[in-house]
């Protein structure tokens, strides 16, 4: 009999769930993609459904259940914390004790009275429901899915249970910790309070902060390492808490830290100043010499040539295109879906190696499925949704779709791609994307304003033939998780005038930086996607008869969504997002719809409200 393990989840944010049979991830995906609300943390009960229906199993199958902290510990944490700045904190602490004492602390018997109702069956017939560390979680779905048989592991996040920062040693089916850095310390909150700083959501606006950097100066670096971070040479840090509020108050920052950088935090989707640039490259500057100086120290501690990283902070993938460009190690892998989703796959390996498995086996390619592990829809079920939606669409064959999609892309349209199994993790990697030219000086401005509603300074990601990545970019290995930024070749770059190099801020955003525009960030980089055949077949033959048609092996890939959004997971989502927005045209599987064809509706944007801004 096969041993199902199912991994959660839940209750902070990103809630998910996956199911690994015999060792091999068979479905993952995040609840907010069903429930379509942004970093969804309930209880990921449609989640779960899908991946026992993916399997085509029950809950009764299932082996083993495992949650991916332990919630215990966190609240011994959160208690020893109040304590330790008592009598500050006292609202904090109010507010966050109902939860705590209703949910949160009976954690198990709310998981279990869930499962139950979901399964249908009783508690009692309930598979053993099992807690990992956090961490532990984290640093299980970056190594074990990994191609190597050893690794050191790094994970950096804002908190787990106490852990912020771990380092694993992996080798064959055996995952060892090394050391940590404990809470308050935390490299991923420092980053999220200067998030907050700079007016962007917590949690979910750090890749703003990062996209930002590279149109300011990083002027603050020297008061951030002198006031607010004392970094060791060995990576290992203390940060000064007199500076943050997230210890007691319901902020990041307090007075203190707003004095230190010249003002109040900037309010949310008010105008951007060169003041907040600077401080976002910064703040990114001080994190990649963190990052760095941690990877050296594992690197002379384990002896490892390969490293794999997990936890929030991997998905700071500026940070991890240094790494990779430096060679600390000679090879890096990254879990996809490096935030707390992920941790859903990592908890269920951590009970497959240490309950059931023998052997780990490797076959020099990682475990991810690309991370193709979501739901897919057959044209059956494509055409329900479409006539039921009232739209208007032809079907081609596979020999006409692919030339018929590239040329509607070399003529500066924008298509909405929806293809296969839904990706699992953040990053839109051509199973639901939204594509266009990236040779066109105008397609970042168009997409950002036009189909995604969101800040025009948010830069797009190219995706390439894996086999073309070096004549585009200086990278030379695979990254297909879009996880790692790279420089774009200096033979693709155009030189700017004496009065372009002069221009400060979003008044960069506007110049042509190489033959790739649209996917050349304002510093020359560019966070690429390699599209392997093996893992992406249709993807693949897209980017093949693009470059057929105009000789470029590159497109411009986004997430299939508006601002706020999840990425659409259904072709009734994917319709809806295609109507709302100034997309040209919409691919699902072999159906093609034109935009122009589709029925009139009156336009209505209050849609624009429905989902809270991120």
């Known amino acids: 009999m096969p041993v199902y393990i199912l991994g959660i989840s839940a209750y902070y944010h990103d809630a998910a769930a996956a199911l690994i049979r015999d060792g091999v991830v ?21 989640a779960i459904r899908y991946c026992l229906a993916e399997a085509g199993i029950g809950l009764s199958d299932v082996t083993d259940i495992v949650f ?8 011994e944490r959160l208690l020893e914390t109040y304590l330790a700045y008592a009598p500050k904190g006292l609202r904090s602490f109010i507010a966050a004790m109902p939860v705590w004492m209703k949910e949160k602390l009976y954690l198990k018997s709310t998981l279990r009275r869930g499962l139950a109702e979901l399964g249908g069956i009783s508690r009692k017939e309930l598979p053993p429901l099992l807690f990992a560390a956090h961490h532990q979680s984290h640093a299980a779905s970056a190594f074990y899915p990994s191609p190597f048989e050893t690794a050191a592991v790094l994970c950096m996040d804002g ?17 060892q910790p090394l050391w940590q850095i404990d809470f308050p310390h935390s490299l991923g909150l420092l980053y999220s309070a200067f998030t907050y700083y700079a007016g962007f959501k917590v949690n979910s606006g750090e890749y703003k902060l990062m996209g930002l950097a590279p149109y300011g100066e990083p002027r603050y670096v020297d008061v951030i390492r002198e006031h607010v971070i004392d970094v060791k040479e060995d990576g290992s840090f203390r940060l000064n808490m007199s500076y943050f509020n997230y210890c007691t108050g319901l902020t990041m920052t307090n007075d203190r830290f707003h004095e230190l950088f010249g003002g109040p935090p900037r309010k949310p989707e008010t105008p951007l100043t060169q003041r907040d640039m600077d401080i976002a490259a910064s703040i990114q500057k001080v994190t990649e010499d963190i990052v760095l100086r941690l990877a050296r120290t594992l690197r ?8 794999c990283l997990a936890g929030g902070v991997a998905l700071n993938c500026v940070a991890n295109g240094i790494l990779w460009r430096e060679k600390v190690f000679d090879d890096l892998w990254i879990q996809p879906a490096a935030g707390d989703a992920g941790g859903a796959i990592g908890a269920a390996l951590v009970s497959w190696y240490e309950r059931h498995a023998d052997a780990r086996p490797l076959n020099g390619r990682d475990a991810m499925s690309g991370s193709f592990l ?27 779709l692919y030339p018929r999609v590239a040329k509607l892309l070399a003529d500066e349209a924008v298509v909405g791609w929806f293809q296969g199994r839904m990706e699992f993790g953040p990053r839109a990697l051509g199973g639901r994307s939204i594509l266009g030219d990236p040779r066109s000086p105008r397609m970042q401005s168009v997409m950002n304003l036009k189909i995604k509603y969101r800040e025009s300074f948010r830069p797009f990601a190219p995706a390439v033939l894996a086999e073309r990545v070096s004549d585009y970019f200086e990278h030379d290995g695979p990254s297909p998780y879009m996880l790692l930024v790279a420089p774009v070749k200096a033979e693709r770059r155009v030189e700017m005038t004496d009065d372009q190099k002069r221009l400060f801020g979003i008044d960069k955003l506007n110049v042509a930086r190489s033959d790739i525009p649209a996917v050349t ?3 020359y980089s560019a966070r690429i996607q390699t599209v392997h055949e093996d893992t992406n077949p249709r993807f693949y033959k897209l980017l093949k008869a693009f470059e057929a048609e105009t000789g470029c092996a590159v497109l411009v890939n986004t997430s299939f969504n508006v601002r706020g959004e999840p990425i659409v997971c259904t072709p009734a989502d994917a319709y809806r997002c295609f109507m709302r927005t100034e997309m040209d045209y919409l691919v699902l599987e072999n159906f093609v719809l034109d935009k122009r064809k589709q029925p009139k509706v009156e336009k209505d944007d209050s849609w624009k409200t429905e989902f809270e801004l991120d």
């Open 26 to 46: 068979v479905a993952a995906a995040q609840e907010e993609r069903f429930t379509r609300r942004k970093h969804d943390p309930r209880f990921p009960e449609n």
């Open 68 to 75: 991916y902290d332990k919630p215990l510990i966190k609240f």
């Open 374 to 400: 979501g739901p897919q829809y057959d044209a059956d079920q494509i055409a329900k949704a479409l006539d039921e939606s009232g739209a208007v669409y032809e079907i081609l064959d596979e020999e006409f």
């Open 521 to 523: 960030h304002v510093d």
């Open 159 to 175: 908190v787990g249970e106490w852990a912020t920062t771990t380092a694993w040693l992996g080798n064959g089916r055996e995952l």
């Open 300 to 307: 002379k501690e384990t002896g490892c040539t390969n490293l």
